[in-house]
Structure formats: structure tokens, C-alpha cells
């Protein structure tokens, strides 16, 4: 059971994305910029501590999301998908044109069980 997704149509980009700058992640911190819109950054540009949470891997790239967000979010099972739109981070999609965004709905009693075992 998965608490992080990918639509095709993300995933497609994201391939593109590892292929041009290598190993990657995604991170959502709630923070400036685009708010709660997923980041994805190359693997190690971003200082990661014990105040982020791995949610999971989405296509071999691990998702990450700040303790606090991730409070707003827990109840949550996300989907990443993609748009034509420039965002306002330092997302590696950016140049494309395109962003990455985040559909999310509640988690069933399923996988809240399973979750929160």
C-alpha cells in the first residue's frame, strides 16, 4: 500500500528529469514560494533532517515531506501529477514549463489501518 502516487503523465517527466540531472527527490514543506506544491531537487541539494518524513518512493524517488505539513496532511493519500504553468520554486520541472502539483483525498479505514498500525 502506497501513500504517495505518480499519474503517468508526471512520471513521464520525471524520467526526463532523472535522465538530464540524475538521482532526485521530491519534498513538500509548506513553505514559501508555491506553498505546499511538491519540489522535486536534485538528491543532496536539500538539507534533510529529522524534522522530514519519507512517505514513500515514487519511480525510485523518495517523497518527503515536513513534520508539521505532514500533521495537515496525515490522513491523506497524495497523488503527484503535472500542469503546463511556471511555478514560483526551484523545482527542477520549472523550465519546462510545467509544475507539479498535488491531488490528495482521504485515506479509506484500509489503508488508515494499515498507516497507522
Not at 532523472?18 to 543532496?44: N, R, T, W, Y
Not at 503527484?80 to 510545467?98: C, H, M, N, Q, Y
Request: a negative charge; glycine letters at 8%.
Amino acid at each position: 500500500m502506497k501513500r504517495v502516487t505518480i499519474t503517468n503523465e508526471a512520471a513521464a517527466v520525471l524520467e526526463q528529469l532523472k535522465v538530464k540531472h540524475g538521482e532526485l527527490i521530491f519534498h513538500q514543506s509548506g513553505g514559501c514560494c508555491d506553498g505546499s506544491a511538491p519540489m522535486v531537487l536534485e538528491k543532496g541539494d536539500l538539507y534533510l533532517d529529522e524534522s522530514d518524513i519519507l512517505l514513500g518512493a515514487i519511480e525510485g524517488v523518495n517523497f518527503y515531506m515536513n513534520q508539521d505539513q505532514f500533521e495537515y496532511w496525515k490522513h491523506t493519500h497524495l497523488t503527484i501529477d503535472i500542469t503546463e504553468g511556471r511555478g514560483a520554486s526551484f523545482s527542477l520541472e520549472i523550465p519546462l514549463g510545467l509544475r507539479f502539483l498535488i491531488h490528495s483525498r482521504l485515506l479509506t479505514d484500509e489503508e488508515n489501518a494499515f498507516f497507522n498500525k
